[in-house]
């Protein structure tokens, strides 16, 4: 067994802290990739030891293990989904793409120890160029919706890294199911929406982050900085939080002019080499 399997990294446009609450979101994958590549051999294992004990855990064969990433880690852009992902397309193949998600979320609990729902694996598996996804946890259905032109994001480093695994998620219980409810309704207005309009929703979505607990001061005033600069429409921190990239919808290209758009991509690839 010789394979390659590539994964895009993803976006959350909106429904952050929903998935393991049967809520909404609204994702899609973006051109950033992790390349993983298997080569079968007689015995023992090669390779990083984290992803060796990954593809241990699932019965993987002896192999060479090479993984390449332009997916940023600590970042909220679901680098370990990425590899989880790529860990058990590589033992399975072309398995049905939500079984491959729920073993994904497992290798996550067990091996990384990481308290994550299903997003960033749906956000991935479910991938389609050019569009989004909306995803609803409470059934699993995944619907494809073209990405509108004027959608406009980019991504700005907050510059503080975290580790899910060392997270606390239970800052503010009692604002979590408010969170929940006024978050799906944001998924729901967002959906088709003019830019205008998402902007002000992203802006919503961070003010019920920050009140759940899962953002910090420094990533609030970055927050508060891009919300008033000309051109932006919104921003908001985006992934399980504490840090991480900050999701940023703008007018125009030229708007902050040195970072790039993001560009949406297609779902994981996988090749046999041999």
């Not at 009692?174 to 006024?182: A, E, G, I, L, S």
Request: charged share 20%; hydrophobic share 40%.
């Amino acid at each position: 067994m010789h394979r390659r399997v590539t994964v895009p990294a993803r976006v959350n446009i909106i429904g952050e802290h929903t998935d393991y609450a049967q809520g909404l979101a609204l994702p899609f994958a973006i051109n950033r990739y992790l390349v993983l590549t298997i080569k079968r051999r007689e015995t023992g294992y090669a390779g990083d030891e984290t992803v060796i004990a990954l593809w241990q855990a699932i019965g993987g064969p002896p192999a060479d293990l090479t993984v390449s990433s332009e997916i940023a880690q600590g970042k909220g852009m679901s680098s370990s989904a990425a590899l989880c992902l790529a860990i058990v397309l590589g033992k399975y193949g072309n398995i049905d793409p939500l079984e491959a998600c729920k073993k994904a979320q497992s290798l996550e609990h067990e091996v990384l120890n990481t308290p994550c729902g299903l997003l960033d694996q749906m956000a991935i598996m479910f991938a389609k160029s050019q569009h989004y996804t909306k995803i609803d946890f409470s059934t699993m259905a995944v619907e494809c919706l073209d990405l509108p032109t004027n959608w406009i994001f980019k991504l700005v480093d907050s510059k503080i890294h975290r580790n899910l695994s060392e997270m606390n998620y239970n800052s503010n219980n009692d604002f979590r199911k408010q969170h929940v409810v006024t978050e799906n309704q944001r998924v729901k207005q967002a959906i088709g929406a003019k830019p205008e309009t998402l902007g002000k929703l992203l802006n919503q979505s961070h003010n019920s982050l920050k009140q759940l607990g899962v953002s910090t001061p420094e990533v609030d005033r970055l927050v508060e900085n891009l919300q008033q600069t000309d051109g932006v429409l919104g921003a908001r921190m985006m992934g399980g939080g504490f840090g991480g990239m900050i999701l940023v919808l703008v007018e125009h290209e030229e708007v902050l002019p040195n970072y790039l758009p993001v560009v949406s991509s297609r779902a994981p690839l996988l090749e046999e080499l041999g």
